[in-house]
């Protein structure tokens, strides 16, 4: 359920016996965080804001100057359907101050909000639908986490070699409660692997939808008996999982076609400099260039070997998937940049390159996306079109974050190993 106002928010509160907010954030690399207030505090919230620690967030502030502060945006109300009907649990999303009023560099979401108002003043308006993999595994007997994946499913197979039926279908029940409706879902390539595809929505929209998502199937998964993983990819010999962005724009008085194009030809020129933010881990690179993950930066028509597919869709149907990017990511940099990029294509009415034949995976030549974190984080650090876009803070953050990882990466004697270890029970 959704209210616009603060007052409606209120008047929902006290008609809907709510006891708790949880006030919902992300880090920079993604990581979902809250706060619970009671509801006798929301008020509070809403005009000078609930601070926090901003040094114990990685990749925030320094013990120094650590505190900030949490305000809801009221638009993103939302019951937790998995909490009791009585004394409630509602969720908002926040921006993130500093004390003096300013918005924190970190805070991603008020950076995509920030995109979407410059490219609203040019004439542009975005919509974004994610597809979003990820595989159930089962539990021990002590509830932990293994690598046994829950069947041995291949894709769109139904029960019982398919075991995974009845969870997809509490995750949708639920995000439907919470006023986020999915489009399809199914059993994926891999064994225990599933696909959720959301509805088109807002940039924002589509990002704050991906966050529940991933909070609501970790959440029903669990109270299943099983694990849900978002890694991109847990299991070696088997598909990763990829979070393709569709992304469609309209404009008043311009030919669709061309600006597709044009848009199209903005992120594959810059898709190598952003491929660290698209793809954030050291595992991540353990995904691209088999199983349908792409390796070349080219584009194609109903091609699934390419980085940009452009469906045979006509009417407000028509756009183009990004295929590159993995659930690891932070939705709201992830977005910031595809749309920038493809701003930038637009304005300079960039050329599209022709389009690639056959499979990508028995193609040689041509510019290819990063092959290791490490090649991904120098193709960012000299890129002057990230550091026109994020703030410096960030950026050095991110950069040195991820660099750390690498170095362990490297060390490892089993580095896929390594890579998946890390990063398995929290992505």
């Known amino acids: 359920m959704m209210r616009n106002t603060q007052q409606e928010v209120m008047q929902f509160i006290k008609e809907q016996d709510v006891r708790f907010a949880r006030l919902v954030f992300c880090d920079i690399f993604g990581q979902i965080k809250n706060i619970s207030i009671s509801a006798s505090e929301l008020e509070r919230a809403f005009s000078s804001g609930i601070s926090f620690d901003a040094s114990s967030v990685k990749g925030f502030l320094s013990v120094e100057e650590s505190d900030l502060l949490l305000f809801p945006d009221p638009a993103t109300l939302s019951i937790l359907p998995w909490r009791p009907a009585q004394g409630r649990v509602v969720r908002f999303f926040c921006s993130i101050k500093r004390p003096d009023g300013t918005l924190f560099e970190g805070d991603t979401r008020s950076l995509l909000q920030e995109t979407v108002r410059k490219a609203s003043l040019q004439g542009y308006s975005f919509g974004v ?11 021990d007997e002590e509830g932990k986490p293994t690598y046994q994946p829950l069947d041995d499913g291949t894709y769109l197979d139904v029960a019982p070699l398919d075991k995974g039926e009845n969870v997809r279908r509490e995750i949708c029940l639920t995000l439907e409660q919470m006023g986020f409706y999915t489009e399809r879902s199914h059993h994926e390539s891999g064994p225990g692997q599933n696909e959720i595809d959301f509805k088109y929505g807002t940039p924002i929209e589509a990002a704050d939808n991906f966050i529940t998502f991933k909070s609501v199937v970790k959440t029903i998964s669990d109270r299943s008996g099983l694990f849900a993983s978002f890694l991109p990819k847990p299991m070696q010999r088997e598909s990763g999982s990829g979070l393709h962005f569709n992304l469609s724009i309209k404009a008043e008085g311009e030919q669709y076609s061309k600006i597709e194009a044009a848009m199209s030809a903005g992120i594959l020129n810059r898709i190598q400099e952003i491929s660290l933010f698209l793809n954030p881990l050291a595992n991540s690179f353990e995904r691209l260039g088999s199983f349908e993950a792409p390796k070349y930066v080219g584009w194609g028509r109903a091609n699934r070997s390419l ?16 295929r590159s990017a993995d659930p690891a990511c932070n939705p709201y940099l992830a977005i910031t940049l595809l749309l920038t990029a493809a ?28 092959s290791s974190l490490e090649e991904a984080m120098e193709l960012a650090k000299h890129s002057d079109f990230v550091q026109s876009i994020l703030p410096e803070r960030l ?4 950069l040195e974050a991820k660099g750390a990882e690498w170095r362990s990466y490297e060390k490892a004697v089993d580095p896929f190993e390594a890579s998946r270890k890390a990063y398995f029970l929290t992505t």
């Open 307 to 322: 980085l940009i597919r452009i469906p045979y869709t006509s009417g407000e149907y028509r756009r183009i998937e990004v």
């Open 395 to 398: 950026l050095t953050c991110f």
């Open 129 to 139: 639908g994610p597809e979003c993999e990820f595989y159930l595994f089962k539990t």
């Open 343 to 370: 701003l930038e294509g637009i304005r300079g009415d960039l050329p599209l390159e022709e389009e690639y034949q056959g499979s990508a995976y028995q193609k040689q030549t041509g510019r290819m996306l990063p």
